[in-house]
């Protein structure tokens, strides 16, 4: 990320994205401790809504976001290229081709990221799914991981923001959000024991949060 593409990220951080989500939605962070201030690392989420990405951004000092790089579907977010540019210079993804050919690995960039001590934002569920419901995982993760075992692996269950703006919607509905970060896991060599344990913890983190109090 350029001076540049610096500054326009912050402003439109600082302008846009806090106060949409600190004032408008109101943001509730448990066990903010366990976030990962250096990488190599990686953070997983439940997908439901756009504003995943901006949200765990936020979870990050400014000073830190050229080391965030979310990684995110290239044919839907390159589909133009306003947002290619906005997506590639602002907010730092990292764009993957999904059910590409064998040709290439379509997460050797990410592998890249990895080896310069920068932090990824993944959605193991692969797309955005319904609100406050968890789909399957794909592997991606743990081929991934399989090169970076010691990396750790931080789940980040996010809760309400599907409700607040799912799918179809534009404009976020003013709803709480809570934010729960879990203990670190790292990778396994089984994948599928690897993605049942990973699944697990969201179950987990999921009822832990039953019941408690949205706007």
């Known amino acids: 990320m350029n001076m540049i593409n610096r500054f326009a990220h912050r ?25 990962p201030l250096q990488g190599p690392a990686i953070i997983v989420a439940n997908h439901n809504s756009h504003l995943d990405i901006f949200t765990l951004l936020s979870l990050f000092p400014l000073r830190q976001h050229a080391m965030i ?18 997506t590639q210079n ?32 993944l959605f193991p569920e692969g797309t955005r799914g319904e ?21 750790p692996i931080v789940p980040v269950y996010l809760k309400g923001l599907g409700r607040s703006m799912g799918k179809g919607r534009h404009i976020p509905l003013p709803l709480f959000i809570d934010i729960h970060i879990d203990e670190p896991c ?24 039953q019941g408690q109090h949205h706007g």
Not at 190 to 209: E, G, N, S
């Open 131 to 151: 609100p406050e419901k968890i789909s399957g995982f794909k592997s991606g993760l743990w081929y991934l991981a399989q090169s970076f075992p010691e990396t």
């Open 186 to 209: 790292y990778w396994l060599d089984d994948k599928q024991q690897f993605k049942d344990a990973l699944q697990t913890r969201f179950t987990v983190l999921q009822q832990q949060t």
């Open 11 to 35: 402003l439109f951080s600082l302008c846009i994205v806090w106060p949409v989500l600190r004032i408008w939605l109101g943001l509730r962070v448990h066990n903010r401790e366990r976030l």
């Open 69 to 86: 790089r979310p990684v995110a579907a290239a044919d839907y977010f390159l589909r133009n290229r306003l947002l290619a540019w906005f």
């Open 90 to 121: 602002i907010l730092n993804i990292i764009p993957v081709v999904r059910g590409g050919d064998n040709a290439c690995d379509p997460l050797a960039a990410c592998a890249d990221a990895l080896r310069q001590n920068q932090i990824l934002i």
